[in-house]
């Protein structure tokens, strides 16, 4: 048997890093006390027991809405688990985009965003609850840049109004941002070097490069910060945030890991999995069969002459 070739090596170490990181970033804090709420905050609950609650209808694997309008990924899974906690019921808002559903939460038309990373911007309107979602921010690239230190002067994707976008504002790198519309855009110019590098993190990637089946794309660094998701309540309603920081203390690390493992694929996809060699397979498919059977019916002619 021969060795495993030091590319398969490094794409497994790489992938135990991020599974190790993905269960230290989501483990519970040990001692959390149990969901136990108040009369104050039961009355609450009777008086709001419907929430209008804003998602991203394209931000797979953690939430996104099919055609049927279903509410689907890690997000959708943690309402439910929080809705059996605690007797709220939550209907789900996603409109023409993130855009429009920003708009509605700032209006206070949507009453909480499922999915939301802390900004400045956001605190301004927002109340959040701690982090119930925790992903290691990666660097992603056809390269071997580590850090953003490396790239300085380099090009850099982000999908626009998401928190890579204000990380690479606030570090004020000396980087080309080049702002997308969602990740899979980014990670299709990432494979086509239309861009150096992109800023995300495994879980978006994973779900990009399975679309696309980009074999050239590789995690290449990791960033300091990582990608937090949090509900962000309106600000007249802190009660809700109190009630939604007891049920995500109280859910279990089991909870976590099969959610985890329901959504989020890290290994790479493979030969079957890659989209260019399976419908270049079904679509040569005739014609190979063609070839085949022409070139046996040549070797019979052949031997008979």
Known sequence: MKPPSAKILKHSCSVIIVIAAIFILNCPVLGADQLSLTPEERQWITEHDTI?????????????????????????????????????????????????????????????LAAAAISPQRQENFDFSEAYIRMPGVIISTEDYGSLEELKGKKIAVVSNYVWDDLLTAYNADARIVHVEDTFTGVELTSLNGVDAMLSDPGTVSNAIGKGGFTNLRISGYLEQALELRFAV???????????????????????????????????PGLWDNPVFKYSVIGGGPFLLFLIGGIATWNITLQRQ
Request: net charge negative.
């Open 52 to 112: 209008v609650t804003g998602v991203d209808s394209d931000f797979a694997p953690y939430e996104w809405v099919t055609v049927e309008g279903v509410h689907k990924g890690m997000v959708s899974d943690y309402l439910t688990l929080i809705g059996d906690k605690t007797g709220i019921e939550f209907h789900h808002y996603s409109g023409s985009g993130w855009t429009d559903v920003l708009d509605k939460a700032n209006a206070r038309e949507v009453d909480i």
């Open 234 to 268: 309106r600000q007249d309603w802190p009660q809700l945030v109190t009630i939604l920081n007891k049920a995500i203390a109280d859910i279990s690390e089991e909870e976590i890991a099969a959610i985890t493992a329901k959504w989020i694929r890290l290994d790479q």
